[in-house]
């Protein structure tokens, strides 16, 4: 068997989370790590989080939480708000322009994956992940951390104003 179809597959899916994160840079002025950001306060109880709960649900560092934030606030799609009982604590929350902004933004990649995924037949979607176990220990990257969500994980503003990031 030719390996050169394997690694063809594997460019188009790279290409294809590629080609949606700089489409939707360029049409809605976002990343898709911000996107991600917005649909969990979104999701979240009064639209409100902690920076550390963001953070665990994007599974990214501090710092490029905090840039990712800094860049939404500035936009007016998300406002820091001191929390009622305890001025220490900082919750985020999404504003009605950044609720505006995500109802505009179409279902993203991962979104419309996991939705068909949880369609497929067990077996079937038991072969999948064994097959791409097998691709991420032959290519000796089980070290690498990585979240749920197809992204580029390039935030260019944050590789800039930060750069310890590795987004």
């Known amino acids: 068997m030719d390996t050169t ?3 063809i597959k594997i460019r188009k899916i790279v290409r294809s989370v590629d080609i949606e994160s700089k489409k939707i840079q360029k049409e809605y002025g976002v990343s898709i790590p911000q996107v991600l950001c917005l649909n969990f306060l979104h999701d979240s109880t009064n639209y409100q989080s902690t920076q550390g709960e963001i953070r665990k649900f994007l599974n990214l ?7 990712i934030i800094n860049r939404l606030e500035r936009k007016g799609y998300l406002a820091r708000l001191p929390k009622s009982g305890d001025k220490r604590v900082v919750n985020i929350a999404l504003t009605s322009a950044g609720d505006k902004l995500l109802s505009r933004i179409p279902s993203l990649l991962h979104e419309q994956l996991s939705e068909r995924l949880k369609q497929l037949d067990a077996g079937v979607l038991q072969q999948v992940e064994e097959g791409l176990e097998t691709l991420v220990t032959i290519m000796d990257i089980e070290q690498v951390d990585a979240s749920p969500m197809l992204t580029m994980d390039v935030d260019l503003e944050e590789s800039f104003d930060n750069p310890e990031s590795e987004y």
């Open 5 to 7: 179809e394997i690694l």
């Open 61 to 67: 560092n501090s710092s490029t939480v905090s840039g």
